[in-house]
């Protein structure tokens, strides 16, 4: 009975120094942003609160996507929920899905005039998506003891 008092003991006191190291904070804090943030967005795209979001879709791909340019932000809402929980669940693997997802809206923007600057700012997520990604190579399911 005391062995399992000492080990819930030694788990709580293993995982209190993790919580200090500041690489493992910004892993949390990327962890926390990339799997909450997505998945707003993406229930977003079906409510359009935020944002006129087919407005940010380029002519061409929307010539291409069967359906409106709406049916396609519906399509797009339930991949960046999919990508969010992702990176909730696996954040060594969602890193990169939202990394990769973030490139593709990048290069979607690039081609519309007028959102140079919200590509801009969508490849500063890609980077710092890609910063989780590294991030969660080193932390993810393991508390550190620094």
Same mark, same amino acid.
């Given at each position: 009975?005391?062995?399992? *008092? *000492?080990?819930?003991? *030694?788990?709580?006191?293993? #995982?209190?120094?993790? $919580?200090? /190291?500041?690489? +493992?904070?910004?892993? %949390?804090?990327?962890?926390?942003?990339?799997?909450?943030?997505? @998945? =707003?967005?993406?229930? /977003?795209?079906?409510?359009?609160?935020?944002? /006129?979001?087919? *407005?940010?879709?380029?002519?061409?791909?929307? /010539? @291409?996507?069967?359906?409106?340019?709406?049916?396609?932000?519906?399509?797009?809402? %339930? @991949?960046?929920?999919?990508?969010? =929980?992702?990176?909730?669940?696996?954040?060594?693997?969602?890193?990169?899905? %939202?990394?990769?997802?973030?490139?593709?809206?990048?290069?979607? =923007? $690039?081609? @519309?005039?007028?959102? +140079? !600057? %919200?590509? $801009?700012? !969508?490849?500063?997520?890609?980077?710092?998506?890609?910063? $989780?990604? #590294?991030?969660?190579?080193? +932390?993810?399911?393991?508390?550190?003891?620094?």
């Amino acid at each position: 009975m005391s062995s399992a *008092t *000492t080990t819930t003991t *030694t788990s709580a006191a293993s #995982r209190r120094p993790a $919580l200090s /190291d500041p690489g +493992y904070q910004a892993f %949390v804090i990327l962890r926390t942003g990339f799997a909450v943030a997505p @998945i =707003l967005f993406g229930l /977003d795209k079906f409510a359009n609160l935020l944002v /006129d979001w087919p *407005t940010y879709l380029a002519p061409w791909i929307n /010539d @291409i996507v069967p359906g409106s340019a709406q049916a396609a932000m519906y399509a797009v809402g %339930v @991949i960046e929920i999919v990508a969010g =929980l992702a990176v909730a669940l696996a954040p060594r693997f969602g890193g990169w899905l %939202v990394a990769g997802w973030l490139a593709g809206i990048i290069v979607n =923007l $690039l081609t @519309i005039p007028g959102h +140079y !600057d %919200v590509a $801009l700012r !969508d490849f500063g997520l890609l980077l710092g998506a890609v910063a $989780l990604a #590294r991030l969660a190579q080193g +932390y993810q399911g393991k508390p550190r003891s620094r």
